[in-house]
């Protein structure tokens, strides 16, 4: 009987005190994503699964396992840090990762995920715009950039 694998998983935004990374890359390169996978040490890399969220909100386990050449490779840097190295990222590798540590029938997250962004376009004058919610005059909702 295959085991099945039940997980919640809490998308968490990128604001205030909650830390997110990003990496972006160009298709074709190499990316490594870091992620904590243990509040408090003793992670392992045989209880580490990485799963992506994609643009539509689906997910998928990302298979580390696998024989080589193996384009997914997951490596433990330390106690409570791990990392997921890609290689050459295409663009349906863009999405959110998360790593869990997989405890009997369920993965535990304990990591805010790492958002990889894939892109062929690059230019000297990038620009990043970020969009605050804030309530203007009269409590309405207004947006400060």
Not at 122 to 139: F, I, P, Q, R, V
Request: with cysteine.
């Amino acid at each position: 009987m295959p085991q099945v694998l039940h997980f919640i998983l809490f998308a968490l935004s990128c604001t205030g005190s909650v830390s997110c990374s990003i990496v972006f890359a160009r298709a074709g390169e190499n990316a490594t994503l870091s992620c904590r996978c243990s509040k408090d040490g003793g992670c392992y890399d045989e209880l580490v699964r990485w799963v992506r969220m994609n643009s539509n909100e689906t997910l998928q386990i990302i298979d580390t396992k696998c024989e080589s050449p193996c384009r997914f490779t997951s490596k433990r840097t330390d106690d409570i840090w791990v990392t997921l190295t890609v290689l050459h990222v295409e663009s349906g590798d863009s999405g959110r990762y998360y790593c869990g540590e997989h405890l009997s029938s369920y993965l535990q997250f304990t990591d805010n995920g790492t958002v990889l962004t894939v892109g062929d376009v690059w230019t000297d004058s990038s620009e990043l715009h970020l969009l605050n919610e804030w309530m203007g005059e009269g409590g309405s909702p207004e947006l400060d950039w």
